[in-house]
Nanobody, 119 residues
Framework: QVQLVESGGGSVQAGGSLRLSCAAS????????MGWYRQAPGKQRELVAT???????NYTDSVKGRFAISRDVAKNTVDLQMNSLKPEDTAVYYC?????????????WGQGTQVTVSS
């Protein structure tokens, strides 16, 4: 069973920075893509950033230029550097890994880490 463990959440003031890390229980090369999602109270979970197996990245518009996703294949981790944080970035952040086996997609989620940005 794939396990994803997030860390690095916390509380910061607007304009501050946080770095989230997601540690996978197996080689991240086994996944087609990994990414970060977030869910604010009363809202649906939304994509924040993804990184594919070829290293290509994708970001939701609201975080472009402020957040950066990266991976460390030696440590099997995927990080999210968050700069210039805004109160609207407050949410529980989840790591997700996607794998396709025999044509079927499988998604694995971490337990989430809280990010709170105060104004």
């Amino acid at each position: 069973q794939v396990q994803l463990v997030e860390s690095g959440g916390g509380s910061v003031q607007a304009g501050g920075s946080l770095r989230l890390s997601c540690a996978a229980s197996e080689s991240i090369f086994k996944f087609n893509a990994m990414g970060w999602y977030r869910q604010a109270p009363g809202k649906q979970r939304e994509l924040v950033a993804t990184i594919s197996s070829d290293g290509s990245t994708n970001y939701t518009d609201s975080v472009k230029g402020r957040f950066a996703i990266s991976r460390d294949v030696a440590k099997n981790t995927v990080d999210l550097q968050m700069n210039s944080l805004k109160p609207e970035d407050t949410a529980v952040y989840y790591c997700r890994a996607r794998r396709v086996l025999a044509g079927n997609p499988y998604h694995y989620w971490g337990q989430g880490t809280q990010v709170t940005v105060s104004s």
